[in-house]
Structure formats: C-alpha cells, structure tokens
C-alpha cells in the first residue's frame, strides 16, 4: 500500500514575520519545494506593514488594513505556525531555543525579526519610554493615550518624541493631526496639547537633502510642535504614574505625559550572543546572497541584516525589496542551484505622510511636496497590502 506521508529532507526555519519573509511565504506557497518542512516562528500573529503605520497613527488605515495575517499566510504557504518568542540559537546542534516550545531543529535557517530604537544610552527609557518598535506595543500605547485624550479633553496634555529622523517626524505630524481633530471636534482648545520633537543633531532627517529636512521642519513649527535641536537625552525619570522628566546632556529638562522612542535602530541582544557574526552595533552580516558570512546555512534580510558590501539604512523598502531574492536563494541552496546576488539601491524614494493627506518625496538630491504624492503613497501603500489578500488565486 503507497504512503500519502510526505517524506521531509530539509528542515526550513523562518523567524520572524517581517516584510521579507511575508514576501517569502507568499512566494513559497505558490512554488513550493516537496520534502521541505517549512516552519515560521513569530511573537505575533499578525505583523505591522511599516509604510501604513503613520497614516494609522492619523486615522487613515485601521487595523485590517495596515496588517498582514501571518497565520493564514503560513497556511497558503504549507507551513508549520509557532507563535513564540524565540530566545537563542544552538548553531552547533542546528537548533532553535525559544520560550514555550522545545527546541526546534533546522537545516537552513532564515531571520527577519526587524529592529528597535536604541534604549541603552538613555537612563531610565526601558522603564519610561514608549518605543516607537515592536510596533504591536507602540499601537496598544497608543490607544490608551487616544482614549485618554477622548475621555478627558479638557486637560493640558504634552506628549514627546526623541529622535528626529523620518520616522520621528512622520509620526510627530501624523500624531498633531489625529489629536488635534479629536479636540476640535469635542470643542476643545487644541493649545491644551504640547507636542516636543527632541533630535541630537543640528538638523532634522539626517541622510535626507536639506530641503526636505527643512520643509518638514517649517510644517512641524507651523503645526505648533517644539523643535529641539543639538540635544542629547541622558535620562528619563518619573515624577507620576502619568508624568516624566527627560533631561538632556545640555541641562535642558522637559516635563512630558507620554515619552516616545524613536532613536537609531538596534538590534536585540541576543542576536550577538549566538555566535552569528555581526557588524559593530549587533546586526547579522549578510554576503550579496542575503546569507550569514559565518554560517552560509543562515540568512538574514531587514532591519536585521547589514550587507557587507553595501551601506543602507534601516528601511522598510529594502525588507521588502529582499523578499523576492532572499526566496530565491533559500529555494536554490536547498535544490543545489547557484546563488543570485542582490545589489541594493543606491537611490530610493521615500515617501513621507504630513498627516493632512499630503507627503513629500525624498529622493537623493530632490524633493517635492503634494496631495498627489500622498495618493501615490496611498495606491502603493495599498497594492502592497493587496498582495496578500485572497491568496488562493495564487496557486499553481
């Protein structure tokens, strides 16, 4: 009598659900490689897409919308689900420590588990701090403080966010829109909410052309945020259950309700741990093929990854733009086939929401401001999501 039992050769291990490997199980469910157990392991079930986050933050998108469905997703792909977090890994043995399972064996292994803001320089931000990432922490915060404001309007409110970058700004424009529209409505002054942007360097969105860091500064001031520019936050105390002080290196104190963390990228600390190599702040070193240059049985793509050969920073457009080779490449080392090297982008466009259904483009030296703009974020935005919606259309 024939066996219907799938004789599994390889075991392949997906840990965490960011943009890539979301990418990659779409693409493993409609070319699937029989023998293979496929196998993902995430702390979530559903994963944030980055680039809707702001318009979120402003109540442009709900939850459905800016989300993708890792479950489901897993499902399409023939793959085994493991809702855990996962805490080391024993290279020598091939295997996968994590809270609740036991350990869990692999043959090639793969890592997208994104990034969060760096905490370890400011006294007192793991206490006090609200990071701006995992994003699934940040909307559960956020949620409290809209409700908060909703149900007691006519209180004076200051909220605060260190780190002037994209992410920074994007989210200090789109947090003044959604708070400001809910005081209007409720016939409140909007002058009761105070909103801080604190940044260490003398300019704001490093790595952008002046003019947009200019642009976007001027429609922050315009707005009534506070710019605080050349500061370096130290420590962060609290005097309340519901307030905090954040001191800077300048002598600067700021009294603040809510305390965002929007600060440089870092990764988690047991990446370093495992006996992966990293680069000099703890990311996985990846070669041109996306893969471990200590392990070439490991991979790695976004936020978690540094190329070797190619300086980028930690964009949500390049997670997305590894997800078809990272699928690539972990499909051809199983199958014996050559590896495809990937070249980042030197260039790209980026696309930042102003909370009034605007944005302006950055893109090298150029910039640009316009309705337009927004609804080309919005269309791409939304193709983007489109993509993993009724996946069954999708199979051979």
């Known amino acids: 009598m024939k066996s219907n039992i799938t004789q599994f050769t390889h075991n392949l291990v997906l840990i965490g659900g960011g943009h890539s490997h979301a990418i990659v199980l779409k693409l493993w469910g409609m070319n699937p490689i029989p023998g293979v157990r496929l196998t993902l392991i995430t702390d979530r079930t559903y994963t944030a897409y980055s680039g809707m986050l702001p318009g979120q933050v402003a109540g442009f998108y709900d939850f459905e919308e800016t989300h993708i469905d890792l479950h489901s997703l897993s499902q399409f792909a023939g793959a085994n689900f493991y809702l855990d977090t996962v805490k080391d890994l024993d290279l020598k043995n091939k ?55 909703k149900n007691y309007p006519k209180q004076l409110y200051t909220l605060t966010i260190i780190g002037g970058g994209a992410g920074g700004v994007e989210l200090a424009c789109n947090m003044r829109a959604y708070l400001t529209n809910i005081m209007k409505n409720l016939e409140v002054n909007t002058n009761n909410l105070t909103i801080n942007l604190i940044h260490k360097s003398n300019s704001l969105l490093t790595g952008h052309n002046h003019w947009v860091g200019k642009r976007l500064e001027s429609i922050l001031l315009e707005n009534g945020t506070n710019i605080y520019l050349n500061e370096t936050v130290f420590e962060i105390t609290s005097n309340s259950s519901d307030n905090y002080v954040i001191s800077c290196n300048s ?21 370093e741990k495992t006996g992966l190599r990293t680069d000099k702040t703890g990311f996985i070193l990846v070669n041109d093929y996306l893969q471990s240059i200590s392990h070439p049985n490991i991979f790695a793509a976004g936020d978690i990854a540094t190329m070797e050969n190619y300086y980028r920073p930690k964009a949500g457009v390049f997670a997305v733009r590894q997800g078809q080779p990272l699928f690539n490449n972990l499909q051809s080392i199983i199958l014996g086939n050559k590896l495809q090297s990937y070249s980042p982008q030197r260039f790209y466009l980026s696309l930042i929401g102003t909370g009034n259904k605007k944005a302006i483009a950055s893109w090298g030296k150029l910039g640009l401001e316009a309705a337009w703009l927004w609804k080309l974020k919005d269309y791409i935005d939304r193709k983007f999501m489109d993509s993993f919606k009724d996946l069954s259309t999708e199979k051979n």
């Open 95 to 149: 295997q996968i420590i994590c809270e609740k399972h036991p350990p869990i064996a692999f043959d090639y292994l793969s890592l997208d588990i994104g990034s969060v803001p760096e905490k370890s320089t400011i006294l007192g931000a793991s206490d006090y701090a609200i990071p701006a990432k995992p994003v699934s922490d940040f909307l559960t915060a956020w949620e409290k403080i809209k409700t908060t404001i």
């Open 251 to 271: 002598g600067l104190n700021i009294s603040s309700n809510w305390v965002f963390l929007v600060t440089q990228a870092s990764a988690p600390d047991w990446i």
